[in-house]
């Protein structure tokens, strides 16, 4: 029998998807949000995601050629990796893409990187 750890690390992009998918109709219901077009839906998780690339790209402080400062601790860099993934996932969710078409695009996308990378793309 697996622990708890163990489970986590062999988790699918299916049960990503699955989790999120609950966590959505949460907020959903929760926020009485279920009125919302699927457009403005789709268009605030863009908006959120767009948002926390940002708050990812603060944290890492990497754009701050003018500060001596370094970046906010690892933890506070997953987490924020971590909101990234939710409203990704959240944006899959609301363009109907199953996670198989994402692992599929995404290895087709990935092989032609490849092959750019050798034709001086």
Excluded: C
């Excluded at 690390?9 to 999120?20: I, P, R, S, T, V």
């Excluded at 009125?35 to 605030?44: F, R, S, V």
């Excluded at 926390?52 to 790209?57: F, G, K, M, Q, Y």
């Amino acid at each position: 029998m697996k622990d708890k750890g163990e489970e986590t690390k062999d988790m699918q992009l299916a049960e990503l998807f699955k989790l999120q998918e609950k966590l959505d109709n949460e907020i959903m219901n929760n926020h009485f949000i279920t009125e919302i077009k699927p457009e403005d839906l789709l268009n605030e998780r863009l908006l959120a995601l767009h948002t926390e690339v940002s708050e990812l790209a603060n944290a890492t402080r990497s754009f701050k050629y003018w500060s001596t400062k370094g970046p906010e601790p690892k933890g506070r860099l997953l987490d924020e990796y971590a909101d990234i993934l939710h409203f990704w996932l959240s944006v899959g969710l609301s363009l109907g893409f199953s996670p198989k078409e994402v692992i599929d695009a995404y290895i087709a996308k990935h092989e032609k990187n490849y092959i750019r990378q050798k034709t001086g793309y």
